[in-house]
């Protein structure tokens, strides 16, 4: 079975740091773009942050920009994501996902980006209080 696991999620007081995980079981991933996605209740879910196999052109969302960092460890099969300077507006479940590379790597990245993937983790709670 091909799963995606998230951890690290958490309550932390704004200006806090978390560092969330995403655990990849039944395949290598070193062929996929991985990336974070969030939702809040009542709210659509919304990108984050994307890498590529490599990790050589991670790419972030405006409001991550600066204080996310993502990352990823191939020879752990594991994908992070690196959360400084917390607000309470990043309270979310927060997703991670993989897409299968085709045609290039910025196509995949910006099919991500978009929300396609092939797999879906079940996602981690953070709670930024004020």
């Known amino acids: 079975q091909v799963q995606l696991v998230e951890s690290g999620g958490g309550l932390v007081r704004a200006g806090a740091s978390l560092r969330l995980s995403c655990a990849a079981f039944g395949r290598t991933f070193n062929d996929y773009v ?3 996605f969030r939702q809040a209740p009542g709210q659509e879910r919304e990108f984050v942050a994307a890498i590529s196999w490599s990790g050589g052109n991670p ?4 409001s991550e920009k600066g204080r996310f960092t993502i990352s990823r460890d191939n020879a752990k ?3 992070y994501l690196q959360m400084n300077s917390l607000k309470p507006e990043d309270t979310a479940v927060y997703y991670c996902a993989a ?3 085709e045609i290039t790597t910025a ?4 099919a991500l980006q978009d929300g396609e993937a092939d797999y879906w983790g079940q996602g981690t709670q953070v709670t930024v209080s004020s």
């Open 34 to 36: 991985m990336g974070w």
């Open 77 to 79: 099969n594991t994908m």
């Open 99 to 101: 897409l299968r590379s």
């Open 59 to 62: 790419y972030y969302a405006d």
């Open 107 to 110: 196509h995949t990245m910006a």
